[in-house]
């Protein structure tokens, strides 16, 4: 069975963002990775059809938007993201690691599923109010 060692993991860029790099494998039915974003890096508001997801934080703290919801989680915290739900971050401190998996693994690429959203630039100002 494959072990991950992460002084051996070497990062790849995400498809959606090419300077953010990622720990990324895919299984049989679920893709898991390692993300880490600096200041001003972390993803807009998106959504992912096919894909559930759940991340579980690491370092920093981040204001995150679930559906119509805002609120902000840190270190230790563990979030559930159904499919469909619109959701994004912004970092409050940096850096921002997280592990997340996915369901299903398609390709094992984390943003496979990354669907823009109509109404960006609003969840992005309902964000940024958050401190």
């Known amino acids: 069975m494959p072990i991950y060692k992460a002084q051996d993991m070497q990062p790849t860029p995400d498809v959606v963002n090419p300077n953010i790099m ?39 703290r981040v204001a995150i938007l679930l559906g119509d919801e805002i609120t902000t989680i840190g270190s230790g915290d563990l979030v559930y993201i159904p499919r469909n739900t619109v959701h994004g971050i912004r970092i409050l401190e940096s850096p921002c690691r997280f592990f ?32």
């Open 22 to 60: 990622m720990m990324q494998f895919g299984g049989e039915l679920i893709k898991a990775g390692i993300v880490t974003y600096q200041a001003k890096e972390g993803p807009p508001p998106h959504a992912h059809p096919n894909d559930e997801q759940w991340i579980y934080m690491l370092e920093g």
């Open 100 to 131: 997340t998996c996915k369901s299903p693994s398609g390709s094992g690429n984390l943003s496979e599923d990354y669907t823009d959203v109509p109404n960006v630039a609003e969840l992005q100002r309902r964000l940024a109010l958050i401190s």
